[in-house]
């Protein structure tokens, strides 16, 4: 289980919120990136809407995609970039809708997520999801490739 984080959290959108690991340099190659584009099952696109830091509701498609193997939570992090992850629990509604709720905050915090972002999510399998972040003019944001020089101008 080396390199996945803290461990993971089992049940139903029950279990305890990771709290936010802290940045680090990353350190991705080329055949990093292919692997995860080899372990894909299933992508989506979430148009940020409302209060970004608030629980978000995730595609019926995908709940529908992944019944019978619903994870109590989810690993999310940034695509590309394996440093950083957070544990954000799912929760389920009567109607079978899938939300993230307890640890969303904290990594729409970071990432400094405002309504109009899109978020276009991966799921690798096994509760993992990597996330890329476009802000409102569509560019994608890069969190951890900036040097320190560009924060000195």
Same mark, same amino acid.
């Given at each position: 289980?080396?390199?996945?984080?803290?461990?993971?959290?089992?049940?139903?959108?029950?279990?305890?919120?990771?709290?936010?690991?802290?940045? +680090?340099?990353?350190?991705?190659?080329?055949?990093?990136?292919?692997?995860?584009?080899?372990?894909?099952?299933?992508?989506?696109?979430?148009?940020?809407?409302? /209060?970004?830091?608030?629980?978000?509701?995730?595609? !019926?498609?995908? +709940?529908?995609?992944?019944?019978? /193997?619903?994870?109590?939570?989810?690993?999310?992090?940034? +695509?590309?970039?394996?440093?950083?992850?957070?544990?954000?629990?799912?929760?389920?509604?009567?109607?079978?809708?899938?939300?993230?709720?307890?640890?969303?905050?904290?990594?729409?915090?970071?990432?400094?997520?405002?309504?109009?972002?899109?978020?276009?999510?991966?799921?690798?399998?096994?509760?993992?999801?990597?996330?890329?972040?476009?802000?409102?003019?569509?560019?994608?944001?890069?969190?951890?490739?900036?040097? +320190?020089?560009? !924060?000195? !101008?």
């Amino acid at each position: 289980m080396s390199g996945r984080g803290r461990g993971r959290v089992r049940g139903r959108g029950r279990g305890r919120a990771a709290r936010s690991p802290s940045p +680090a340099t990353p350190s991705s190659s080329s055949s990093d990136l292919q692997e995860e584009e080899r372990r894909v099952v299933f992508e989506f696109v979430i148009v940020l809407k409302g /209060d970004p830091h608030g629980i978000q509701r995730l595609p !019926d498609t995908f +709940a529908d995609f992944i019944t019978g /193997d619903q994870p109590g939570s989810l690993h999310l992090r940034e +695509a590309a970039y394996g440093c950083c992850q957070w544990i954000v629990d799912v929760v389920y509604d009567a109607r079978g809708k899938m939300y993230l709720h307890i640890g969303w905050e904290k990594f729409a915090r970071y990432h400094h997520l405002e309504a109009g972002f899109v978020l276009m999510l991966s799921y690798l399998g096994e509760g993992d999801m990597s996330v890329k972040v476009f802000d409102e003019t569509r560019c994608r944001r890069h969190y951890h490739g900036d040097s +320190a020089e560009e !924060d000195d !101008d």
